[in-house]
């Protein structure tokens, strides 16, 4: 028989742990700052806010945290410019951890590249010179894109010296009367209506079913008939496909997916946001692809 094997060495006991770190108060990180008040954060939203500032890097490069950089290096506009940004984002009820990864990706977004978007000028809005190019894949039956319409539209001329907006169809399958909803808008584009009969069909959205289409052409001044018999055609097949292909290209999951030359936008659809993204790729394109010295 075999000896019996060894007893085995007794198990070293585990080091001592330190007590947990109680976290800064959200008073002492947030007040002080010139120029900056946020004192009318909700006080969950101001311990997200106060998480943010110690954990997260100011964008503009140097190697202070957020909170510091606003404390110490008082000149740098990237740094307010962020903390407002983060104080929208946490008053929207978003945990401190969220923020943090959708800041990193934000500002990582300006230096990946960029996709090359081909826009179709007839269905662009604003000045074809403006800094900035915002494009959108939309489907004229997503509920989301409904939503999202009136807002960018908005915002591009609220900004016309800044912004041209572009819109690319992108029917999804999920959607049976994308696909001819599509068509009527190129068609309508076609006889110089693009925009007359966007609006109609987005004020329609529930209601988009091929035999609902003509009617809308007529209320904007077309001939329905000849769009009923383009719809039991394939005339626009290859053009949509060929926008979804570029949509394919870019990455996007779903609609609305918004881009700011050529970069991936997905800071949500406000007005500030919009603006905010605007003015950071405004500066971007004017200093050569790099921030602004502070």
């Known amino acids: 028989a075999k000896a019996p094997p060894p007893p085995a060495a007794a198990a070293p006991r585990p ?48 190697p202070h945290s957020l909170g ?37 990706k ?19 809005q604003g000045n074809a010179n403006a800094p900035v190019t915002v494009a959108e894949f939309s489907d004229f039956e997503c509920p989301f894109c409904g939503k999202a319409r009136p807002i960018l539209e908005g915002f591009a001329r609220k900004h016309p010296a800044e912004v041209r ?13 994308a696909v001819p909803a599509a068509q009527a808008v190129l068609w309508a584009r076609d006889q110089g209506k693009f925009w007359q009969m966007h609006d109609a069909l987005f004020g329609q959205q529930e209601n988009l079913k091929p035999e609902a289409l003509p009617a809308l052409a007529k209320s904007v001044g077309l001939d329905g008939d000849k769009l009923a018999a383009v719809l039991k055609t394939e005339q626009y097949k290859d053009e949509i496909e060929g926008f ?35 003015e950071d790729e405004v500066e971007w394109r004017a200093n050569n692809n790099a921030w602004a010295a502070d």
Do not use: W
């Not at 002492?28 to 120029?35: D, F, Y």
């Not at 404390?71 to 969220?98: D, F, I, N, W, Y």
């Not at 977004?109 to 007839?122: G, N, W």
């Not at 394919?248 to 659809?269: E, K, Q």
């Open 106 to 124: 934000y500002y990582a977004s300006f230096r990946e590249p960029r996709t090359a978007l081909k826009v179709d000028p007839r269905m662009c």
């Open 244 to 278: 979804r292909a570029q949509g394919r290209t870019a990455a996007i999951t779903g609609t609305p997916s918004v881009f700011f030359n050529g970069r991936a936008y997905d800071l949500g659809y406000q007005e500030e946001q919009l603006s905010h993204s605007m």
């Open 165 to 177: 907006f572009c819109f690319l169809p992108f029917p999804l399958g999920i959607h049976p009367n």
């Open 68 to 104: 510091a950089c606003l404390k110490q290096h008082t000149t740098c506009k990237h740094a307010k410019r962020m903390a407002r940004l983060s104080a929208r984002l946490v008053s929207e009820g978003g945990p401190a951890s969220e923020v943090i990864v959708t800041l990193s």
């Open 15 to 62: 080091a001592a742990v330190p007590a947990a770190v109680p976290s800064q108060d959200p008073a002492q990180v947030l007040t002080g700052i010139p120029g900056m008040d946020f004192s009318s954060l909700p006080p969950a939203a101001k311990r997200e806010l106060a998480t943010v500032f110690s954990d997260e890097f100011c964008y503009c490069g140097c």
